[in-house]
T-cell receptor
Framework: ELKVEQNPLFLSMQEGKNYTIYCNYSTTSDRLYWYRQDPGKSLESLFV?????AVKQEGRLMASLDTKARLSTLHITAAVHDLSATYFC?????????????FGTGTKLQVIP | DSGVTQTPKHLITATGQRVTLRCSPRSGDLSVYWYQQSLDQGLQFLIQYYNGEERAKGNILERFSAQQFPDLHSELNLSSLELGDSALYFCASSPAPGQGAWDEQFFGPGTRLTVL
């Protein structure tokens, strides 16, 4: 069974600081997604990482994937208040011609002015 | 706005009842996914349909069922409802294979189900 762990679960950081959210998963997979969820809202797709070594950047967020280490990181550069949200990683596992998606526990990010 | 629509937005019902949640995918998307998000279980994948056929199953209870119709909208049926079924239910859709980043999923606004 695929397990996906995120850490930290909660992150409070000051504006202007840098930090990294980690997503570890237990079974070989080469597709990973990052999503953002604002309170009471739906999920918004941030990044789709499709291969080992993939790196994608959008604004102050950069995501990378290391399939050998079964690790993805979401790096936040010079955080701003608007980045406050819960961030989820999700990993796809192919099994018997089907694919299953498992979400991490989420990291609640609070950026303090 | 992702282009995925879900109805109703809110649903309040009693234990033992049956409800139907509806989802319309983005135009052109053939895959529909259903998710349940609750405080104690987190975000869980329930089931996926692709062009009318079941493609993948996650942690979906036997009391729950889904289908995708020829016009590609999907319905999630929840029966014999229990208090623990209270949650936010999301639908997502994704492009057909071959249309770019076909894995990327676009989420609807969700249906909040409260079972009393």
């Amino acid at each position: 069974e695929l397990k996906v762990e995120q850490n930290p679960l909660f992150l409070s950081m000051q504006e202007g600081k840098n930090y990294t959210i980690y997503c570890n998963y237990s079974t070989t997979s080469d597709r990973l997604y990052w999503y953002r969820q604002d309170p009471g809202k739906s999920l918004e797709s941030l990044f789709v990482l499709l291969s080992n070594g993939a790196v994608k950047q959008e604004g102050r967020l950069m995501a990378s994937l290391d399939t050998k280490a079964r690790l993805s990181t979401l790096h936040i550069t010079a955080a701003v208040h608007d980045l406050s949200a819960t961030y989820f990683c999700a990993v796809v596992l192919n099994s018997g011609g089907y694919q299953k998606v498992t979400f991490g526990t989420g990291t609640k990010l609070q950026v303090i002015p | 706005d992702s282009g995925v629509t879900q109805t109703p937005k809110h649903l309040i019902t009693a234990t033992g009842q049956r409800v139907t949640l509806r989802c319309s995918p983005r135009s052109g998307d053939l895959s529909v996914y259903w998710y349940q998000q609750s405080l104690d279980q987190g975000l869980q994948f329930l089931i996926q349909y692709y062009n009318g056929e079941e493609r993948a199953k996650g942690n979906i209870l036997e009391r729950f069922s889904a289908q995708q119709f020829p016009d590609l909208h999907s319905e999630l049926n929840l029966s014999s409802l229990e208090l623990g079924d209270s949650a936010l239910y999301f639908c997502a859709s994704s492009p057909a294979p071959g249309q770019g980043a076909w894995d990327e999923q676009f989420f609807g606004p969700g249906t909040r189900l409260t079972v009393l």
